[in-house]
């Protein structure tokens, strides 16, 4: 079964702070995603990337930034959290040769609260 | 237009019921479709993939309409247990896939 963790369950920032969101998935996937899920608007892609020290931008990456260094690893940045960034957050992965292809895995989210 | 277009909901039925979802989309080239399931404040997961000679999963059947652009899920003897948000996703041919806001199912005892 692919597995997709990510490093807290919830959080409580506070205005400014850096947050890093990490990602981490077992299966070997090449592709990792970061989304944001809010009501009314479902999930919205942030960033994603292909392989490894690559990155491309989704419909919102305005605030955020991210790092690849390893394959198995997807971390989300925000520079400095403000309240609009709170939010639940979904990492998942995907492999280029699934069955079927473009499946995604998700993790189990970070609820972030910016206080 | 959305890309992908769902009823919000909610869909309450009587278990036993049958019901089905429909959900439209935009781009006419998109070449994978999924239905997911998401639990409340749980993470989506994968229901079933949609083939365009239809598909069916136990009681749960997927079907698509490339003339007409839409994908329909239909759950035959709907059980408490299949109360959740179902999310219609496509696959336009960029490999991001586009999740739709998901229509909310309450089965009813």
């Known amino acids: 079964d692919v597995k997709v963790t990510q490093s807290s369950r919830y959080l409580v920032k506070r205005t400014g702070e850096k947050v890093f969101l990490e990602c981490v998935q077992d299966m070997d996937h090449e592709n990792m995603f970061w989304y944001r899920q809010d009501p009314g608007l479902g999930l919205r892609l942030i960033y994603f990337?292909?392989?490894?020290?690559?990155?491309e931008k989704g419909d919102i990456p305005e605030g955020y930034s991210v790092s690849r260094e390893k394959k198995e690893r997807f971390s989300l940045i925000l520079e400095s959290a403000s309240t609009n960034q709170t939010s639940m957050y979904l990492c998942a992965s995907s492999s280029r040769s699934g069955r079927p292809p473009d499946t995604q895995y998700f993790g189990p989210g970070t609820r972030l609260t910016v206080l | 237009r959305k890309e992908v277009e769902q009823d919000p909901g909610p869909f309450n039925v009587p278990e036993g019921a049958t019901v089905a979802f429909n959900c439209t989309y935009s781009n006419s080239a998109s070449q994978s479709f999924f239905w997911y399931r998401q639990d409340c404040r749980k993470e989506p997961k994968l229901l079933m993939s949609v083939y365009s000679s239809g598909n069916e999963d136990g009681r749960f059947t997927a079907q698509l309409n490339r003339a007409s652009q839409y994908i329909s899920l239909l759950i035959r003897d709907s059980k408490l247990s299949d109360s959740a948000t179902y999310l219609c996703v496509v696959n336009p041919p960029t490999n991001k896939l586009i999740f739709g806001t998901g229509t909310l199912l309450a089965v009813q005892p």
């Open positions: 990337s292909y392989d490894v020290k690559m990155k």
